[in-house]
């Protein structure tokens, strides 16, 4: 089992930037790839950033291309994501996820999910 839990999340307004945080406990000695997804109100959760272990493979989604980056350290159990230039169409619930599947469309682990706003 693997526990996650963010923080970084907040209200902010447009063109500003959040950078969120993920840290990892129990089993992480294992070589997950780590994500982070989103969830808008009315909307179905979607993949915003992936990396993988060695971080040497990374995947953004269109929408946020050139804006967001994600991070991890393993010595330190934790993954982040960057978040620049905001839109009020970033506002949604980010989660942080381990040992995504599915060409990144699931994962076996979450967190618990930080509300991030971005006002106009």
């Known amino acids: 089992q693997v526990q996650l839990v963010e923080s970084g999340g907040g209200l902010v307004q447009q063109g500003g930037s959040l950078r969120l945080s993920c840290v990892a406990s129990?089993?992480?000695?294992?070589?997950?790839?780590m994500g982070w997804f989103r969830q808008a109100p009315g909307k179905e959760r979607e993949i915003v950033a992936a990396?993988?272990?060695?971080?040497?493979?990374?995947y953004y989604a269109d929408s946020v291309k050139g804006r967001f980056i994600i991070s991890r350290d393993n010595a330190k159990n934790t993954v982040w994501l960057q978040m620049n230039s905001l839109k009020p169409e970033d506002t949604a619930v980010y989660y942080c996820?381990?040992?995504?599947?599915?060409?990144?469309?699931?994962?076996?682990?979450w967190g618990q999910g930080t509300q991030v706003t971005v006002s106009s």
């Open positions: 996820a381990a040992d995504l599947y599915g060409n990144y469309t699931g994962a076996n682990y």
């Open positions: 129990g089993r992480t000695k294992t070589t997950y790839a």
């Open positions: 990396i993988s272990w060695s971080a040497r493979i990374t």
